[in-house]
């Protein structure tokens, strides 16, 4: 038996589509590594609840709440049928303390989380709402996107996901899509949205920038 084998036989737990891991404002006292599948994490924002992030494989989750032992900050719902690993607190000191390479990985997401976090607040701060979707759809594309061998970029969001992670109207949103569709810069598919030219995506970005500098888009 690997050593994966062996973890996921003391670790691991099955978790279809639906499950939630937890909840905001929980006790947390779990950290979950994602085997296969993914997890969406999101986050009650005044009376909308936005899309922080969607996990896939190899990420992990929950590991704040066991670090300063606080109450969750987000929600944990599982949108793709999942493996994972369940760890305790003790359990990851651990694992920790023994290996330098679990540190470091741990270490460097947390630094990903917090750049991850202040990008999102940066682009609910931008007074465009256009550029919000592009700048949007443009973070997704790098924290979750999936690269084809022909060089497009799968997004596993849609356009209301999308939306609440911006902080704007689902149809505000399928505007903007739609003339980035026309376009040729995007493909839109029912649960995902997928990027032909993320070169193209940043160009009409700094497009929308200077409309909104020298005047009206």
Not at 121 to 129: A, V
Not at 192 to 204: A, M, N, P, T, Y
């Given at each position: 038996m690997?050593d994966?084998?062996?973890?996921?036989a003391?670790?691991?737990k099955q978790?279809p589509?639906?499950?939630?891991?937890?909840r905001e404002d929980?006790?947390?006292d779990?950290?979950?590594v994602?085997?296969t599948g993914r997890v969406k994490?999101?986050?009650a924002?005044h009376d909308?609840t936005?899309t922080?992030a969607?996990?896939?494989?190899?990420?992990?989750?929950?590991?704040?709440?066991?670090?300063?032992?606080k109450?969750r900050?987000?929600?944990?719902?599982?949108v793709?049928?999942?493996?994972?690993?369940?760890?305790?607190?003790k359990?990851?000191?651990?694992?920790?303390?023994?290996n330098?390479?679990?540190a470091?990985?741990l270490?460097k997401?947390?630094?990903?989380?917090l750049?991850?976090?202040?990008?999102?607040?940066?682009i609910?701060?931008?007074?465009?709402p256009?550029?919000r979707?592009?700048?949007?759809?443009?973070?997704?594309a790098?924290?979750s996107?999936?690269?084809r061998d022909?060089?497009?970029?799968?997004?596993?969001?849609?356009?209301?996901?999308?939306a609440?992670?911006?902080?704007?109207?689902?149809?505000?949103?399928?505007g903007?899509l739609?003339?980035v569709?026309?376009?040729?810069?995007i493909?839109?598919?029912?649960d995902?949205?997928?990027?032909s030219?993320?070169?193209?995506l940043?160009?009409?970005?700094e497009?929308?920038?200077?409309?909104?500098?020298?005047?009206?888009?």
């Amino acid at each position: 038996m690997s050593d994966g084998d062996q973890l996921f036989a003391r670790f691991g737990k099955q978790c279809p589509a639906g499950t939630v891991l937890f909840r905001e404002d929980d006790v947390g006292d779990k950290l979950y590594v994602i085997q296969t599948g993914r997890v969406k994490i999101t986050k009650a924002v005044h009376d909308q609840t936005k899309t922080l992030a969607i996990l896939g494989a190899g990420e992990f989750l929950g590991e704040m709440a066991i670090l300063n032992q606080k109450p969750r900050t987000a929600t944990a719902e599982v949108v793709e049928d999942a493996e994972l690993l369940v760890l305790d607190g003790k359990t990851l000191q651990q694992m920790v303390v023994s290996n330098a390479e679990i540190a470091v990985r741990l270490i460097k997401k947390l630094a990903r989380r917090l750049d991850g976090a202040n990008q999102l607040i940066e682009i609910l701060m931008h007074e465009d709402p256009k550029a919000r979707v592009i700048l949007g759809l443009s973070r997704e594309a790098a924290v979750s996107g999936v690269k084809r061998d022909d060089g497009t970029v799968s997004v596993p969001l849609d356009s209301a996901g999308l939306a609440q992670q911006v902080g704007l109207p689902v149809s505000a949103v399928d505007g903007v899509l739609n003339r980035v569709v026309r376009l040729g810069i995007i493909v839109k598919h029912p649960d995902s949205i997928e990027v032909s030219d993320v070169e193209r995506l940043h160009e009409f970005l700094e497009f929308l920038e200077m409309q909104q500098k020298y005047g009206d888009a």
